[in-house]
């Protein structure tokens, strides 16, 4: 089983909408939560921490279910440049850490 | 300035060539990392190095070589390589304070293995 599962995506989406990405860890020890963003060809760039209480940053909502240990990022009114590949990524604990945990990443494109 | 600084951006290389891949930082971070991603896939993991000192190998084929020279500094030596060793290559840096440090990635080298 992986550490980390991701939805496949891809997501193709308008201008404007609102889409969810969801993604769940196996490992309930892990204590630090992420969602990079990646662009073709570029390196992944944080684009926000996710915490228990839920974190807003402008248009995006991260979520983090400890029980279900499940994670997501809603991203609202999207915007043609959030088209890119969203990463979910868990930080090991103990002897990992230091250690990301990446998911296969979600395409998203939005279109005009 | 959270910036890790990567050169070459791309490098093409024989098989039989020896090349060497730079990374800097200059945040003051004390955690280093090498990681290698190849197409529509997530970055793998290869080396981490704390307090410039290796902690980590994840079972990284000989032929690549990493080096702490201190701890802004790290260099991947490449010696003879394969094709498909061809990836994005990619640094990054972390604080390595605590369980909610941020691992930071430069911009990458592209290699291709010829």
């Known amino acids: 089983r992986k550490e980390v599962e991701q939805d496949p995506g891809p997501f193709n989406v308008p201008e404007g909408a609102t889409v969810a990405f969801n993604c769940t860890y196996s490992n309930s020890a892990s204590q630090s939560f992420f969602w990079y963003r990646q662009d073709c060809r570029k390196e992944p760039k944080l684009l926000m921490s996710v915490y228990s209480s839920g974190n807003e940053d402008g248009r995006f909502t991260a979520q983090l279910n400890r029980a279900s240990q499940y994670i997501s990022l809603l991203i609202r009114d999207s915007k043609l440049s959030d088209s890119a590949t969203y990463l979910c990524v868990v930080k090991g604990r103990g002897s990992t850490l230091g250690r990301l945990y990446f998911g296969r990443g979600t395409q998203l494109t939005v279109w005009p | 300035d959270t910036e890790v600084t990567q050169t070459p951006k791309h490098l093409v290389m024989g098989m039989t060539n020896k090349k060497s891949l730079k990374c800097e930082q200059h945040m003051g971070h004390r955690a280093m990392y090498w990681y290698k991603q190849k197409a529509k896939k997530p970055p793998e993991l290869m080396f981490v190095y704390s307090y410039e000192k290796l902690s980590i190998n994840e079972s990284v084929p000989s032929r690549f070589s990493p080096e702490c020279p201190n701890s802004s500094l790290l260099n991947l030596h490449l010696h003879a390589l394969q094709p498909e060793d061809s990836a994005l290559y990619l640094c990054?840096?972390?604080?390595?304070?605590?369980?909610?440090?941020?691992?930071?990635f430069g911009p990458g080298t592209r290699l291709t293995v010829l």
């Open positions: 990054a840096s972390s604080s390595d304070r605590g369980e909610s440090d941020t691992q930071y």
